[in-house]
C-alpha cells in the first residue's frame, strides 16, 4: 500500500495519501480530483543517515542557539543604552 504525494491543481495544497487499490484520492483542503502526482524519492533509514541527520540536527540547534545569544547580546547592549 503506497503513500504517494500530490499537489492539488485548484487550491495548490500539498499533501500525501496512503492510496488503497484503485482509489482515486481527493484534496482534505477544497476536495478536488484534480491532482498532480509528484515524485517522490525513496526514503533509506540506516545507521549511517541516522547518524548524518543527528549531526546536522546538532549543527542546526548550535547555529540557532548562538545566533539566540547574539540576539539577546544586543537586545541587552540596546536595553542598557537607552534604559
Keep these: 500500500m503506497p503513500i504517494y ?7 495548490g495544497l500539498e499533501f500525501e495519501r496512503l492510496v488503497l ?23 533509506v533509514k540506516s545507521s549511517s543517515t541516522h547518524d548524518m ?3 546536522a540536527a546538532k549543527k542546526r540547534d548550535a547555529t540557532q542557539a ?3 545569544m547574539h ?5 541587552e547592549e540596546s536595553h542598557d543604552r537607552h534604559g
Excluded at 71 to 75: A, F, W
Design 5 to 11: 504525494e500530490y499537489t492539488c491543481r485548484d487550491c
Design 21 to 43: 487499490g484503485r482509489k482515486t484520492p481527493t484534496c482534505p483542503g477544497c476536495e478536488s480530483e484534480e491532482l498532480e502526482k509528484r515524485i517522490s524519492l525513496p526514503r
Design 53 to 55: 541527520a543527528m549531526r
Design 66 to 68: 548562538r545566533d539566540r
Design 71 to 75: 540576539e539577546r547580546i544586543r537586545y
